[in-house]
């Protein structure tokens, strides 16, 4: 199945911008919004959080010179994101929404332990 041509376009645009290396440090700043607002249980603050996490990533303007490793890093997701999908690929591609799910679940809750320990372990898998 093809690309419709206006998404494939889109994408190139987003992912042209995805090199900007803020795309990728602000990710993370979005948790301590999305743990606040499971926490006092505002499915409207999680929704919102969430959409700003998934857009952020062509929020900032494509550097002029980007960096050789992040256009390598780039074209792997790009490839990954676009080939066959397997079993296995589909249950990796999950691993994030349902970390993020687990996440949500310990604040709302109000668990911040819990939290806490699934925080650390998202960090801990993230490095691998």
Known sequence: MDIPHCLADFGDWAFDR????????IRPLFLLPLAWFAYRRSGWGMACTLVALASSIFWFPAPAQPDPQVLEFLDFERKWLTGNWNAQKTLLALVAPLSLAAFCLAFWKRSVGWGLVILNLMAGAKLL
Request: charged fraction near 0%.
């Open 18 to 25: 995805h090199a900007n290396p803020l795309s990728w440090y």
